[in-house]
């Protein structure tokens, strides 16, 4: 069955320090993977998607096939990332159904 | 910049009350998902359309809960009657060919 896992409900760093959040999935087929941000009260919003390889507001994510794996990273983690951030597997299939993850909140520190 | 709108932003309702959640989706999304969000469970999905056809609410309680999309223009929620448990924030999202979807604000709703 898929399945999205974030391990850490909660995260916190100091500004200008690396950050990973992490993202592991289970799924059969070929996985297409994306991240969401929710900034405070605020509604969700697409953060990247795998398929795409780009980098938004200094966030990249690399999906590992090997170690079922889309972590989201950024070098330098800046005051206004501070959010909940979920990952999210679509399934192929009648609805191309997407399965996220519980969410990792993250808190940068000034 | 097309948006996602619900309605409403907030309700507070007393328990066993009937509560009516509303989403215009994106004009040309053929896709509609209700998501419900809570601190322990994080995103859960309870329904979505496709083509105003429910394909799956197997994430809902059927007993109370129940999902329409009675034009291109309007899907809705219902859960009769409320339960306290029923407290989250309750989103929608749209979207074209399950590429990414764009979700609203949310109706926080608080069953006391």
């Known amino acids: 069955a898929q399945r999205v896992t974030q391990p850490e409900k909660l995260l916190s760093v100091f500004k200008g320090a690396p950050v990973e959040l992490k993202c592991n999935y289970s799924?059969?087929?070929?996985?297409?993977l994306f991240w969401y941000v929710q900034y405070s009260r605020q509604r969700l919003q697409l953060l990247l998607r795998?398929?795409s390889r780009e980098s938004i507001k200094g966030f990249t994510a690399d999906l590992n096939k090997g170690e079922t794996s889309f972590h989201l990273k950024k070098p330098f983690a800046q005051e206004e990332d501070s959010a909940m951030y979920y990952c999210a597997l679509k399934v192929r299939g009648t609805g191309n159904q997407f399965y996220f993850g519980t969410g990792t909140s993250l808190t940068v520190i000034p | 910049d097309a948006r996602v709108t619900q309605t409403p932003r907030d309700k507070v309702t007393e328990m066993g009350q009937e509560v009516t959640m509303r989403c215009q989706p994106i004009?040309?999304?053929?896709?509609v998902f209700w998501y419900r969000q809570t601190m322990m469970q994080g995103l859960e999905l309870l329904a979505y359309?496709?083509?105003?056809?429910?394909?799956?609410d197997s994430g809902m309680p059927k007993d109370r809960f129940s999902a329409e999309m009675p034009d291109a223009t309007l899907a809705t929620l219902k859960i009769q009657p409320s339960e306290p448990r029923d407290s989250a924030v309750y989103f929608c999202?749209?979207?074209?060919?399950?590429?990414?979807?764009?979700f609203g604000s949310g109706t926080r709703l608080t069953v006391v």
């Open positions: 999202a749209s979207g074209f060919s399950g590429y990414g979807y764009t």
């Open positions: 004009l040309g999304h053929n896709t």
């Open positions: 799924y059969s087929g070929s996985p297409e």
């Open positions: 359309f496709r083509n105003r056809a429910p394909l799956d």
């Open positions: 795998h398929i």
